[in-house]
């Protein structure tokens, strides 16, 4: 059974940063596609960044590309989201995702989820 559990939200004002993180077990697949989404209040949940965890490859949203990084830790099966330059609008519940996907950001394809953590970000 996977299991995903993230942490690190908070709250944070305006050009901060902060670290999330997502430690995952009871994945069988050696390689596979791992995500953070985002779901602010009234709008829909969005694909934020991904990583392919064989080759490392990285995706990113136009909207978080030059302020987040998404990276993951094999030998620790934990993903890490590291977000600087904080806008108010990065205020959502962000989820960590993973699964077998033939493309990592093929977003709405992600089966196991994990329960979420809050970011706020203050102006």
């Known amino acids: 059974q996977v299991q995903l559990v993230e942490s690190g939200g908070g709250s944070v004002q305006g050009g901060g940063s902060l670290r999330l993180s997502c430690a995952a077990s009871?994945?069988?697949?050696?390689?596979?596609?791992m995500g953070w989404f985002r779901q602010a209040p009234g709008k829909e949940r969005e694909g934020v960044a991904a990583?392919?965890?064989?080759?490392?490859?990285?995706y990113y949203a136009d909207s978080v590309k030059g302020r987040f990084t998404i990276s993951h830790d094999n030998a620790k099966n934990t993903l890490y989201l590291q977000m600087n330059s904080l806008k108010p609008e990065d205020t959502a519940m962000y989820y960590c995702?993973?699964?077998?996907?033939?493309?990592?950001?093929?977003?709405?394809?992600?089966?196991?989820w994990g329960q979420g953590t809050q970011v706020t970000v203050s102006s």
């Open positions: 990583i392919y965890t064989g080759a490392g490859s990285t």
């Open positions: 995702a993973a699964d077998l996907v033939p493309e990592c950001t093929r977003w709405g394809e992600y089966n196991y």
């Open positions: 009871g994945y069988t697949y050696g390689t596979y596609c």
